[in-house]
């Protein structure tokens, strides 16, 4: 029996199915904006917001969701997420700016990451509350806040890393980070510096993002924090707040058998290599992570989980649902209210779940078997840093153009003079035989694929944005990205 051919089927919802449909609307976009063009759905914005505020109301919880800003540059998905009553996470003065003019006062911001003097300046002014990365930034705020003559508190978090683990969860001993201060000198920073400063700076609280997605790790941060706080009130400080970061994924595949599978073929493809014969689904035997010894599997796939169980919201559900050591073995939501604590956190991918698409035109198919798809569009139009993309597109055939149907594997490649620019690594089995002018579609890339790499290397521009929204009648209509407002109607 002929197996069927490995496929990784995009999640996606009647919006995009409605989106993709549309042959006219789509030839329409990618004439008026080019190849590559990113399209945006602010209308997705709502669910994604109601499932985590759902899973906060359950546990009657004083919280704060803050979108990360670094996720997406659209002003169009900004600006909805202005008025859906969430707040905004960002992590340099080029994203305050942004999130200023689209409609954040700096009440509703937090700034994250590493920060210069101009940053903490900007900060301070619109009263921005501020997640300290490490103890010369406190210095610093000091500084910048007696030259500008401000007189109320600044609003600071004091962001906690490098914890010791204990072995309740048989967790490494240690987990290490570049970012925050470090968890053994806390006593130190809270009695020599937060305490004599009280008079300026008002301790909200504590704050970690730990780059994982287990519940255990987060939980004996926390376990940490609220040692922290026992610190602080000890100094008759009144700290209120943990911030748990981000971290919270998203489910990119329909079904779980695709990505089963690849994984597996990918695997047993690593094996095989070991003849020296050219792999026929990666480029040039690139495994991402897994290789092969002595006819022994090695390494680990360098990728992300892109079929998730517990994407967004249930992965929240199930952290506050989680007994909190030693706290009576209490239910950590259940804790957090009893004790009034606010609780804070930073989804970027998980509140742009299916806000997002790439659209990609065919320029050519070349190579001695004709299996190398030339797509107007380089890699870091679709690109998480150097990740792989495990998420097939859904091809789209020219407009009026009929297809030849098979089901081959092909490599998509990009637009730049570089052997390095393939859009995919590894190789990608379409329904159809490709052709000049089809139009792939790259499914649910709002969440980092679209900008966060994004260069206009030798003055190949970087994509076009548009939003698109969906009156009553099921009608789709598109706008510039800059041009969207949540009140566009009334235009």
Known sequence: MQKSPLVLRPRYNPLIGSFINNEALISQ???????????????????????????????????????????????????????????????????????????FSGNRLQATGPKDVDFLQLCLLHDVAINVDCVQELKDILSVKEALGIARKARILLRLSNFKFGDIFNLPPVKLSRFGIHFAQIAEVLSSVIAPHRDNLALLGFSFHLDSTSVEERLEAIRHCLDAFEKAIALDLTPHVINIGGGFGINYLAHEEDWSRYVAALKEAALTSQTGAPSALSWNNNFFGLSAEGGALRGSLNAYNFFNPLPGSTFLKELLASKLQPFDKCALGDMLRNNEIALWLEPGRALLDLAGVTLARVNSLKGPNNDIVGLNMKRQDLAFLDQEIFVDPIQLRALGKSGTRQHKGYFLAGNLCLESDFIFRRKVFLPELPRKGDIFAFINTAAYMMDFSATNSIMQPTARRVAVVEEKGKVLTWMLDEQYSPVWKLH
Do not use: M, R, W
Not at 41 to 49: C, M, R
Not at 57 to 68: P, R, V, W
């Open 29 to 103: 976009i990618v004439l008026a904006c080019g190849s590559p063009t990113s399209v945006l759905f602010p209308q997705a914005i709502e669910a994604n917001v109601k499932a985590f505020q759902s899973v906060l109301d359950e546990y009657k919880l004083n919280s704060s969701i803050f979108f990360a800003h670094k996720a997406n540059q659209s002003d169009s998905l900004l600006k909805q997420l202005a008025v859906s009553g969430v707040n905004c996470d960002v992590a340099s003065v080029g994203e305050l700016k942004h999130a200023l003019a689209c409609g």
